[in-house]
């Protein structure tokens, strides 16, 4: 696997995020977060709650209170490395008794036990919908009880909590409109750790937007598991809750973001091709600032594949859609997750996964091994039986197939002028800044007198599959 594609898997999978506010308070909290965005953005939300019981955030290990590690059970992989670094804690406990070690996220609900009674790595666990609790689940801890609390709500959506930014001076934003999923993808351990569908009241998603962009934030990101069937006020039947309010779809609460400010770009995450309309395609292609770009989830080429998966689309479906992207947003960007070696995937059916690939020709993909979970409908129903050398293989075909795509994209963007937003000083360069595109392209390019949060126009000049390289040009 080549470096590019690791920070890819990297990136995806999450790396640890350490990040700290100014305030001094009397007592430390250090927060780990792992998994996806949502998990990046509720450990924000968990700051929040704890600022409000005098917590500050800290960087430094040495100097905490509290340590939370915010966790992904989507693959084993994930789950180790937790597990690895909880191991590191339990040392550094070994030195300071005090501190409460405590775990949240999505590997609670499954290993509260384990972690917390059989190998005692936490003293504290919370689950995704238990955030609330953590004061007093502290405060449980300090008095020598079992602090668990792992409870799913059904309407727990955190709208009235305004999220303390770890990213401080940042540019960019995620803001959370929705949690939990109803969908039951056969390989998929979210419904079961994140619990039921529940959409957030769309004024105080709009005004934490408006929050945002009056702190100098430039970007929003919306996430949910599943944006297009954000609804609110509108039951999972189709009925009206309540006659006397207005209804609000995923495409109107584009808008209203949108309406924010012409110089606030709104991305979101993640679409499902089932669900994806030409309603919230039609609202891209209104919107100079909502990005053209759209993740899109296919896992597999293969129809009776995707039965298995229980994705409820079709290969045809899923061609469709892409269609309906470029006829109504030209020049859109179109990324996507693809699992190799689902149950029973027999090598024709792979096939069709490479064939859907050279016919989409994705800007970018996010590919993963299959990895059994516990308690998923795959998990019941199906045999994990696709050797483990036959997954690998597959996987370096689709790895090779998407950089090659990835490099052509990449290519077909030489010449072009690209108004990008600058995000700081590059990685690899302090003479380069970078910063992305509309399509969501890391873009690098000299230094010049450029700021963060700047939109500058960049000619594109040269790349390879992961960056592009550009020059400023005048506006
Ligand atoms: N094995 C491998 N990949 C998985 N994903 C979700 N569950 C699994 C699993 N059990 C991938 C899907 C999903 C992305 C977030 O993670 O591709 O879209
Ligand atoms: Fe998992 Fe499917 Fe829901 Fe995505 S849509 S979180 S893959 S169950």
Known sequence: MSTEQKDILENRQGEVLERSTDAVAAKKLYIESYGCQMNFSDSEVVASIMSENGFSTTRDLEQADVVLINTCSIRENAETRVRKRLTEFKKKKADNPDMVVGILGCMAERLKKSLLEQEKLVDLVAGPDAYRDLPNLIDEVGTGQKAVNVLLSRDETYADISPVRL?????????????????????????????????????????????????????????????????????????????????????????????????????????????????????????ENICNYIHLPVQAGNSEVLKRMNRGYSREWYLERIEAIHRIIPDCAVSTDIISGFCAETDEEHEETLSLMDIVTFDFAYMFKYSERPKTLAERKFEDDVPEAVKSKRLTQIIEKQQAHSLASNKRRIGRTEKVLVEGVSKRSEEHMSGRTGRNSMVVFPKGNFEKGDYINVRIVDCTSATLLGEAVEN
């Open 167 to 287: 990213d401080k001076g940042g540019i960019s934003s995620f803001v959370t409109i929705m949690r939990g999923c109803d969908n039951m993808c056969s390989f998929c351990v979210v419904p079961f750790t994140r619990g039921r569908e529940r959409s957030r009241d769309p004024q105080t998603i709009v005004q934490e937007c408006q929050d945002l962009f009056a702190k100098g934030y430039k970007e929003v990101t919306l996430l949910g598991q599943n944006v297009d069937s954000y609804r609110w006020n509108i039951t999972n039947k189709g009925e009206i809750k309540n006659k006397a309010l207005p209804t609000v779809n995923f495409a109107q609460l584009l808008i209203m973001v949108a309406k924010v400010s012409p110089d606030l770009r709104v991305r979101f995450s993640t679409s499902h091709p089932k669900d994806m309309t030409d309603e919230v395609l039609t609202a891209m292609a209104a919107y």
